[in-house]
Nanobody
Framework: QVQLVESGGGLVQAGGSLRLSCAAN????????MGWFRQAPGKERNFIAA????????YYVDSVKGRFTVSRDNAKNTLYLQMNSLKPEDTAVYYCAADYSGLDVVNSDISSYDYWGQGTQVTVSS
């Protein structure tokens, strides 16, 4: 069993920045692929970014590449998403997720993630 707790969402103006955090508990954090997803109202949940066990490999969807940075601190069992140059189209509920497949390979498939956070709202205004 894994518990994921997100924080850091809020309202920000276009061009601004936010840092989301995801605190994990229940299993060995350093043996999980961690991912970020987002879901806008009325839309499907989409992959944003993922990070390997020790943080050495990251993978981003093209729409956030160069603006968002995923990182992890295994000593603190915490995942982060630094979001810069935010745009109104980034407005969504953001979710962190954990993949305990046992393979240290970044994965964008929603079905591969076993545990999910509750989601945190990010709203970007013009």
């Amino acid at each position: 069993q894994v518990q994921l707790v997100e924080s850091g969402g809020g309202l920000v103006q276009a061009g601004g920045s936010l840092r989301l955090s995801c605190a994990a508990n229940g299993r060995t954090f350093s043996r999980s692929i961690m991912g970020w997803f987002r879901q806008a109202p009325g839309k499907e949940r989409n992959f944003i970014a993922a990070i390997s066990w020790s943080g050495g490999i990251t993978y981003y969807v093209d729409s956030v590449k160069g603006r968002f940075t995923v990182s992890r601190d295994n000593a603190k069992n915490t995942l982060y998403l630094q979001m810069n140059s935010l745009k109104p189209e980034d407005t969504a509920v953001y979710y962190c997720a954990a993949d305990y497949s046992g393979l240290d390979v970044v994965n964008s498939d929603i079905s591969s993630y076993d545990y999910w956070g509750q989601g945190t709202q990010v709203t970007v205004s013009s």
